[in-house]
């Protein structure tokens, strides 16, 4: 309920890039462990530009989701991502809380 | 994810239906099961489950992995009534994340100077509801405390299974109520949902307060899944 009340709704945001025609990957949250900043099933949209809206752990691994989603589009199959253990990988790829996700990219077609 | 599943997703979550959106993650193949479908898919019950619980995950399944993606109408407050309690009520709706609008047909009450950046309808709930009907993932709160504009959407709430209806006034006021809903043909079990008082016992007095104990009383309700029948105890539809 929260979520929706004040983000931007991420799935129409993708409806509305695919309808210009623009290229795009779908990430999703899939799995999380610990203290993961965004539940399951949250959702990130990526152009093959970089461009974002949404997000799967709130500003922290969002720049590696992007660089792997600009691959998925190009390439086309989907990707799994996983994020964040707690030790100094986590702390500089950003889930410093500790926690780990598992994160689905896929293309929008 | 296909374009058209996309499109057909959103198609269902803007008319406020829930629907999940099922992955097998070895090979991406993907397919939509709306809340009327359920009942026909192989991978019913985890689904059901994703529904009746409102989170998303992994189930195992014979071909792998599978994400199952449950998609929920977001939850929304209709309080009946401009009246002051509504005004507190707004912003902290707000504030804890429920979409909230604000339905009363006295145009002295519903005035945008009273409710800033509101939801505000100045028209019959009955005319409302019948562009924007109530359901399950819909809280409503009647606090006008005149039968004419209250019992309605009153009824309607209960007819719809809103996880929360909850109605200002004494016991006295609720007594005279109830007599009302049962004249009108409303089964006992559907007029005990009604919360009331309204709100949770907190000794709420003041109009701030009893905004306080409204929401309490709601997230409550949310939380423990009450927009499910079988989660409020009850067997047969109202």
Redo the contacts between chains.
Sequence with gaps: ??????ELDV??T??RW?GEGRSLA?A?V??TWGSAPR???SHLVIDAEGNFEGSVSGGCVEGAVVAEAIDVIEAG??K?LEFGVADETAWRVGLSCGGRIRV?V???? | MDRTLLAALNEERAARRAAVVVTELATGRQRLVRESEVGGDPLADPIEKAIRSGKSGIAETGAGEVFLNAHLPPARIVAIGAVHISQALAPMAKIAGFDFEIIDPRTAFATPERFPGAVLTAEWPEDVLKARPLDAYTAVCVITHDPKIDDHPLISALKAGCFYVGALGSRKTHARRVERLIGAGIPQSSIDRIEAPIGADIGASTPGEIAVAILASVIEAFRKRKMFAERRGEKEPA
């Design positions: 309920m929260s979520e929706t009340a004040i799935l129409k993708a409806e695919a779908l999703t899939i799995e539940p399951t099933g199959a989907p799994i689905y896929e293309r929008v077609a």
